[in-house]
């Protein structure tokens, strides 16, 4: 049972330097047109538009025993005073818990749940009409804390109790593993209720179009899911939907779910008009979801010779008054929680609570950063007690390339974590002292190792549809339900194309993020699209190339060897034949599209949740610690990322960047307490956010080098850097300062304590 | 109500309103002028930065009445300015942007200090914009974009081969 010592001999790194990556990087395809302030949805403004408002619940948790909008419907300019009653479809919505009220009709469970909207021709007529109407309550007991949420007398948030969603995964001899160690670590680690904080709050319209269709404009990350669901509430056939939610002004998994779009349909639906509701940021505050707090407490141990026997895990997640993603970011905590690291025994238990504080649901990093955090807490403090570098002590106990994964499924073979710390090792942050003082101020590096999973679990929606096809003017487009949050997926996607239909890059469009336009995606999360669209180009290019050669042949005799190029169809040689607005004319009448139907691909364990395919990434945090206020200021992070080849480098550099600070965000300043179901801030000024100042130098380096073989090609990069900056972050105060960090963020008053404490 | 005359992107404008209704609320529900964002609504994240007068100011935080014969440019009036271009260009190549949400407000605060004579160093200009928040870059390329436009070093070149 005792693991080797999983050195493989690795391969020369292909390494592409943070200078390389600037080298390679381009302006965005969409840049032009944000520089010149194209609307986004919350920007579809319409002097026809009715203005909707919503009444929210003024309470965590009570009863409703009476609606009363009589009031409100008889003042001037309301169109409508809609409750649950007037909900002619399915009242409520939810993923794999359709558990949240579109509307409430018997109790609320969170600050700002739904309880009636109004539609009015003004702003200020809709909020008169929402303060108008009144609601009786009958307060409930305030479930504001998860350990309690689980007690036999807790008030259940839910009909069916307050657990939520309970696992438990375990394998090897845990007594035999924890008796061969020298050197145990036990300890409770708690991480924050972070806020996304993306600055376009939700916000849009529902019009009514030429066709009777509803069109529904709000940012989203799954047009096509959002859709049926919208029609389910409604009860109309999807067909008279039609949902656009692109460009979205920042998401972060915040927009995944549906918020207030099924209240802005109801009301167009109702009242026969466009109707726009946006929300304020306190409202978006109160009702967008935030990132699970979690509760971990963790028991990890090594032997004499610094190689891990094993782990034990328990997780306890508050996932607030509704599911959403929870179930999802609970088995994501349990399947990260391990690591890539190699043990003897396993022991893992996850719970997810409901309570009454908000709604917490998928965010950037999803379930994994949190356990992440702890994980690599443990790593660090074993690799002190047993005397090992820390770097080294990872290398030591990295699992082998083609180990199981973490739940002991099979997964893709994969050194990605050896070659990070490999890049890393030789980095000048790390071979310089790891801790030094200077008067005032304490210096520390931190590491932080994490590989994370790209995709949705076993059971996931993993499949995707896709459409290639020739439009009018010639364009090769790609049509996708996926959304552009800022991610570049523009960009990355007409690389793509241009690399597999061996074109330029003008000669592509890309269609996005429109139920009428675009198929059915699946959602843009996971850090799927760019490996969904790889794979689609990879394996269907060929045969799109050869369809657009077909299709010229019906008309045009072309040489035998013709094949697509930049500007359009070129012989053997290279010689221009037919150019793609040409081609397009002449077929008018049968323009070729391929549709790809990508089947899921998933680990073949009979393993729920469990996932396939894993990317890497290692960091150096270098913090400096003010003694005398407390504060931490990142001075500079390192990130090392092996995950394949690089599609878009500017689109790997702003993911890496972006991510990491908003890590840095989680491990110093940013936390949404929730006392009694009431969160401490609804609004910028007490909720803080890294700005200009707190940024630190960020270096990104990538390795491409994947497995030969490898069937999977580039991993995702929209959320590894969060992964992987809060640890690397928390590693590198407790360096500087000698205090074991175990909550997060850490705070000036926690530093100055420990600071009194030593002194 | 009042009725407050000022100028908005060059010309003479009448609007009766509350005295206390925000520069932000006219421009977007009753100019249609959107690039200005209701981020906050408090002034704490700079998505609504226009200019009046000239200067930088989050149009969240303007009520009608203070605007009397004032003069202000909202950023769809810099956006296709000569002035504006060495710092939408900046922006563009060094990847200052990824949503766009935060865009129109960076660029107004940005291309005033672009615009200072004489021109602040870089960090003196990364404090100035400190105001505006954005939460996809990480501000990597944002600074990358003060080193392009204040850096003396790095500036020249770029301004030679600035589009307008």
């Given at each position: ?45 319409s ?102 949420a ?36 036990e ?9 996304h ?11 009514h ?17 959002d ?47 466009a ?5 304020n ?5 109160d ?21 891990l ?28 929680v ?49 005397g ?6 990872r ?7 083609d ?6 499924q ?15 090792c ?5 071979t ?20 994370r ?75 799927r699209?760019t ?10 290019g060929?045969?799109?190339?050869a ?20 500007g359009?169809?070129v012989?053997?040689a ?18 070729p ?7 899921a ?16 990434s ?18 500079r ?18 993911q ?68 992987v ?13 000698g205090?074991?960090v ?18 | ?11 003479a ?20 002028l ?44 810099l956006?296709t300015?000569?002035?504006s ?5 900046a ?29 602040p ?35 020249a ?8």
């Open positions: 049972m005792n693991t080797p010592d999983h050195t493989p001999d690795l391969t020369p790194h292909r390494l592409i330097d943070h200078a390389g990556l600037l080298a390679l990087a381009r302006p965005r395809p969409d840049a032009a047109a944000k520089l010149a302030a194209t609307p986004f949805p919350s920007d579809h403004l002097d026809q538009a009715l203005h909707g408002a919503i009444l929210g619940s003024p309470h965590p948790h009570a009863r409703i025993l009476a609606i009363d909008t009589r009031a409100a419907r008889a003042l001037p300019g309301v169109h409508a005073v809609l409750t649950a009653a007037d909900i002619p479809g399915t009242p409520c919505y939810g993923l794999r818990h359709v558990d949240r009220p579109v509307l409430c009709a018997d109790k609320v469970r969170c600050i700002g749940d739904p309880v009636a909207v109004v539609a009015a021709d003004t702003a200020e007529q809709a909020h008169a009409a929402v303060t108008a109407i009144r609601v009786d309550y009958a307060l409930l007991a305030v479930v504001d804390d998860p350990l309690h689980l007690e036999a007398q807790a008030e259940a948030v839910h009909a069916g109790g307050n657990l939520l969603h309970h696992l438990h995964h375990a394998h090897g001899d845990l007594g035999a593993a924890v008796a061969a160690c020298e050197h145990v670590v300890d409770e680690y708690h991480s924050p209720r972070q806020m904080a993306y600055l376009e709050t939700e916000g849009g319209i529902v019009e179009d030429d066709d009777g269709r509803l069109v529904v404009r709000f940012g989203c990350q799954n047009p096509e899911r859709r049926q669901v919208i029609a389910g509430i409604l009860n109309l056939p999807p067909d008279r939907l039609r949902v656009i939610g692109t460009p979205v002004g920042g998401s972060y998994g915040g927009k995944d779910e549906l918020t207030i779009q099924p209240l802005a349909a109801l009301l167009a639906l109702k009242t026969g008009r109707v726009r509701l946006h929300l940021r306190g409202e978006s505050t009702l967008g979801v935030k990132r699970h707090p979690m509760r971990m407490r963790l028991r990890s141990g090594c032997d004499a010779d610094g190689r026997r094993f782990i034990e895990a328990d997780i306890l997640a508050d996932t607030g008054a509704y599911a959403t993603h929870g179930p999802e970011v609970l088995d994501a905590a349990i399947e990260h391990v690591g890539p690291y190699a043990y003897d025994a396993v022991s893992l238990r996850g719970r997810l609570a409901y309570t009454n504080n908000g709604i917490a649901g998928a965010f950037r990093g999803f379930g994994a950063v949190q356990t992440q955090f702890a994980l690599e807490r443990q790593i660090d403090r074993l690799a002190a007690l047993a090992f570098d820390p770097l080294c002590f290398q030591r106990n990295l699992a082998a390339p180990a199981p994964g973490p739940l002991g099979h997964v893709l073979p994969f050194d990605g974590p050896h070659r990070a710390l490999d890049v890393l030789t980095h000048a942050l790390w310089a002292p790891h801790r030094h003082a200077d008067g005032r101020y304490l210096y520390g590096t931190g590491l932080a190792l994490v590989h999973s790209d995709g949705f679990g076993k059971g996931g929606p993993n499949a995707a549809r896709l459409v290639l096809a020739l439009a009018a003017d010639g364009k090769l487009e790609l049509r996708a339900g996926f959304t552009e949050m800022g991610q570049n997926l523009i960009g990355a996607a007409t690389r793509m194309m241009a690399d597999h239909l061996h074109c330029a890059e003008d000669d592509v469009r890309i269609v996005l993020g429109d139920s009428a336009l675009t198929p059915d995606s699946g959602p843009t999360a996971a850090s699209t490996s969904i669209i790889h794979r689609a180009l990879r394996d269907h060929p045969r799109w190339r369809a657009l050669v077909d299709a010229a042949r019906v008309d045009v005799e072309l040489p035998s060897a013709a094949r697509t190029a930049a359009g169809l012989s053997e290279g010689h221009p034949v037919l150019d793609y607005p040409s081609l397009a004319r002449q077929c008018a009448t049968t323009r599209t391929l549709v790809i139907d990508l089947p691909e998933e680990t073949p364990s009979d393993i729920p949740a469990a996932h396939l395919v894993f990317g890497a290692a960091a150096l945090a270098q913090v400096r610690v003010d003694s005398w206020s407390g504060q931490v200021k990142v001075e992070l390192v990130l090392a990322n092996a995950l394949g080849p690089v599609i878009s480098a500017e689109g790997l550099l702003g890496m960047e972006g991510g990491a600070v908003m890590g840095q965000g989680m491990a110093t300043i940013e936390d949404l307490p929730s006392p009694g179901g009431r969160y401490a801030a609804r609004n910028l000024d007490g909720y803080f956010i890294p700005t200009l100042a707190d940024a630190p130098e960020i270096e990104v380096l990538a390795i491409e080098n994947l497995m030969a073989d490898d069937p999977a090609g580039p991993r995702g990069a929209g959320e590894i850097s969060v992964n900056a809060v640890p690397a972050v928390a590693n590198a105060i407790a360096h500087a300062t205090l074991t175990t909550r997060l963020p850490v705070t000036p008053d926690t530093v100055l304590d420990h600071l009194e404490r030593q002194a | 109500m009042i009725t407050v005359q000022f100028e908005l992107n060059g010309k404008v009448s609007v009766d309103c509350p005295p206390e209704r925000r520069l932000l609320e006219l421009l977007r529900e009753t100019f249609h959107t690039a200005a964002k209701p981020g906050c609504g408090i002034g704490r994240c700079g998505a609504c930065m226009v200019w009046i007068d000239e200067q930088p100011v989050n149009a969240c935080l303007v009520m009608a009445w203070q605007l009397e014969g004032r003069r202000v440019r909202s950023y769809e009036n956006a300015s000569t002035e271009a060495p710092v939408r260009d922006l563009a190549r060094c990847g200052g942007l990824q949503c766009g949400y935060c865009t129109p407000g960076l660029a107004m605060t940005l291309t005033h200090l672009h615009r200072l004579e004489p021109r160093k870089r960090d003196e200009a990364a404090l100035l914009l400190a105001g505006n928040l954005c939460r996809c870059t990480g501000y990597g390329g944002i600074r990358r974009t003060l080193a392009q436009l204040f850096d003396p070093a790095i500036q070149p770029l301004d030679e081969s600035t589009p307008t």
